[in-house]
């Protein structure tokens, strides 16, 4: 099992990877336009950390790292069916908190969730309370009224991929 975090680089092996990723939101994001998520995951400005078993896409979560801003925005988050309430959904956002922190150098992510997925974010740490400087994010996020809007703040040292096995 792997976590990879990539964006549309024009590597082969990642394209491929992605586009399976795309095909995990598209079944299990039924309300979100097939072309939306194409769009975003195969955007350069975006990022996609995937779950990686036996060389295939598991799921993952699809994000745009505003660096200047020093947040993210989620835009997709979903594991494949048959592989859900195993732990992957937790494990996939500790190593997306890490590599956030670490490589994009980003101190929060703010996401529209679906009602049906806010217990998970809560599980990782999100509030329906906005912490965040509202200049910080406002105009930069999509207004989407499908979802709730949460925030995570994302701890300056804890070793989140220590703490997931
Ligand atoms: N509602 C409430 N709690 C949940 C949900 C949910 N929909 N899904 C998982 N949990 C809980 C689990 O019970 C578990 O709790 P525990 O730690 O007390 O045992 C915890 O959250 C983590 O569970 P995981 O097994 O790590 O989660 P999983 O691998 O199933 O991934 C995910 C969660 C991504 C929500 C997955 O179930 C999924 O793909 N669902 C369908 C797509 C979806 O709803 N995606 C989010 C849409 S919002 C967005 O994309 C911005």
Redesign the pocket.
């Known amino acids: 099992l792997k976590f990879f975090c990539c964006s549309n680089d024009g590597v082969d092996q990642h394209m491929i990877w992605l586009i399976g990723l795309k095909n995990i939101f598209a079944r ?2 039924p309300n979100m336009p097939k072309e939306y998520i194409v769009r975003l995951v195969m955007d350069r400005t975006h990022k996609s950390m995937m779950v990686i078993r036996h060389n295939h896409v598991v ?1 993952g979560i699809t994000y745009r790292p505003y660096a200047s801003q020093r947040f993210g925005e ?6 494949t069916a048959d592989e ?7 494990r996939l956002m500790n190593h997306l908190k890490q590599h956030a922190r670490d490589i994009d150098g980003l101190t929060h992510f703010l ?4 009602n ?2 806010v ?2 974010f809560v ?1 990782q740490g999100f509030t329906k309370e906005i912490t965040l400087d509202k200049n910080r994010w406002q105009g930069y996020i999509k207004d989407y009224d499908g ?1 709730i809007l949460m925030e995570c703040k994302i701890n300056l040292k804890l070793p989140y991929t220590d703490l997931a096995t």
């Open positions: 299990q994001l799921g989620i835009a997709f988050c979903a594991i859900q309430v195993k732990g992957y959904g937790t996401t529209y969730a679906d049906n997925a217990g998970y599980k979802g």
